[in-house]
């Protein structure tokens, strides 16, 4: 039998540990919550777009264990120590729950806003967020981020200042490729239509296809200046440009 890759027994030596600690305590098995939550993390079907909570965010620490693949979302391993949610703008109590309500029914349900077409605090079950927040604690290593500084871009004003800038730019279609296969192929593959539209037969362009990358779509998540920079997404930019043969 082979080995496990590494990443993978990181997670179990982490979960172990809670498994360990809550026996010491004589506390509820939270092993069997936290391995819920690992299936709930991975699962494609708790949505209907085909998108999972890992399809955008890692499970792990990225900079340790890097797998070559760049994610629209942030790392969540200890995410319940943080009080605001960024990309959703929730703050205060409850702020983490609210936004993965908001994040299966936008990305995975494709619902449309949060608040307004439906409400994210009904879209999972109290059962389901713990047990997300436990699989995600019992990952952690305790040096993750408290803060995010890159948040998404969704004023029409500073969301066209943005997408200008980005189409200013000269983009390398050789870098971009590489760009694009870390972090567009998993739903555009090479370029087609997959989870998301072909980005081949899309009548969008530069500011345009800028405009989606930094402020995402009914089901496409955006990318923060922090996951891509302005050159990156003007890299890919480029790389679609061959694609479409111009």
């Known amino acids: 039998m082979g080995s496990l890759p590494r990443r993978d027994l990181v997670r179990a030596a982490s979960i172990g540990a809670v498994v360990v600690a809550a026996s010491l305590c004589n506390a509820a098995p939270i092993e069997t919550v936290a391995l819920e939550g690992r299936r709930l993390f991975n699962d494609a079907s708790l949505g209907t777009t085909g998108l999972a909570c890992a399809t955008c965010h890692a499970d792990f620490d990225e900079k340790a264990l890097p797998d070559g693949l760049i994610r629209p979302g942030h790392q969540l391993p200890g995410v319940s120590k943080r009080t605001a949610s960024v990309g959703w703008g929730f703050t205060g109590e409850g702020a983490i729950a609210k936004a993965m309500g908001a994040c299966t029914g936008h990305f995975l349900r494709g619902k449309g806003v949060p608040g307004t077409d439906f409400d994210p605090a009904a879209e999972l079950s109290a059962e389901q967020t713990g047990a997300l927040i436990a699989y995600l604690d019992a ?59 072909s980005v081949v037969e899309s009548k969008f362009a530069g500011t345009g296809l800028a405009r989606y990358v930094r402020n995402g779509g009914r089901v496409m998540p955006w990318f923060t200046s922090d996951r891509l920079t302005d050159q990156d997404v003007a890299d890919i930019l480029a790389f679609i440009q061959t694609l479409k043969g111009q």
Not at 162 to 187: K, V
Request: charged share 15%; aromatic share 4%; proline share 3%.
């Open 139 to 197: 990952v952690a290593t305790g040096s993750e981020p408290l803060t995010l500084d890159a948040g998404r871009i969704a004023g029409a004003e500073d969301l066209g200042m943005a997408s200008q800038a980005i189409a200013t730019l000269t983009g390398d279609g050789a870098r971009g490729r590489t760009l694009f296969f870390a972090a567009c192929n998993s739903c555009h593959p090479a370029g087609a239509a997959g989870i998301g539209k």
